[in-house]
């Protein structure tokens, strides 16, 4: 289909890998836990957003001028590690009480699910190694003989994503449906949440000194 074979073994290998913990997933349950299921889920479509970014720029063979350019590598790397301080950072800052119910506290309520999604986007973009990851996968399951190679990547990538924001939007639930039952104290949540923003700031100096490519 779409110059593709052993399609079911892409879903499969796909699925295996988005329920392996990662950045993005630490971000949906950071989000999810502490703000409840509409900011899990916000932060899961920002995800998605981020990844199809990816998937068109593997299709388009800029992912692999990223794996052979060691200087764009190291840009990406290093803008992308910042902007993870940045977020852990955010998230140590992030106030964990109850919002009030008014119209200025729903325009900035909305403001906030917006930036949410802009965060869970730029998270994913600014990783190389998401790129990187799709360069190496993807091509695993194109044909040889394929009408379209960029066609292929696309669809790969797509049906990758769908099945990946699939799970993270139940990330999100679940982590809201436990966080409701297991921190009931705005103060334990506070707590949680720098925890989660620590572990990003922790991932984002692993990238900064990550060597290989």
């Known amino acids: ?20 913990p990662g950045p993005d997933t630490l971000y949906i349950v950071g989000r999810g836990s502490t ?7 916000i932060a899961a479509l920002g995800i998605g957003a981020g990844t199809l970014v990816h998937i068109c720029a593997a299709a388009l063979g800029l992912s692999a001028i990223l794996a052979a350019s060691a200087t764009a590598f190291t840009v ?9 301080l940045y977020v ?12 009030v119910s008014s119209p200025s506290a729903d325009i900035a309520r909305r403001a906030a699910l917006r930036g949410i999604f802009v965060q869970g986007f730029l998270t994913n973009v600014l990783n ?29 990538g797509v049906v990758f994503d769908f099945n990946g924001t699939l799970w993270n939007l139940f990330i999100a639930w679940s982590t809201a449906r436990l966080s409701r039952r297991l921190m009931p104290s705005a103060a334990f949540k506070r707590w949680f949440n720098g925890c989660v923003g620590s572990v990003f700031v922790v991932i984002g100096v692993r990238l900064a000194l990550a060597h290989e490519r």
């Open 76 to 84: 990406v790397k290093y803008v992308g590690a910042a902007y993870l």
């Open 128 to 156: 190389p190694k998401v790129a990187l990851f799709f360069l190496a996968f993807l091509p695993q399951f194109v044909a040889p003989d394929a009408g379209s190679k960029p066609l292929a990547f696309l669809f790969l």
């Open 35 to 41: 703000q409840g299921l509409r900011a899990g889920s």
């Open 1 to 20: 289909m779409f110059g593709t074979h052993d399609l079911w073994l892409f879903v499969l290998s796909g699925f295996l890998l988005n329920i392996t």
């Open 88 to 99: 852990g950072v955010s998230l140590i800052r992030a106030a964990g009480g109850a919002a």
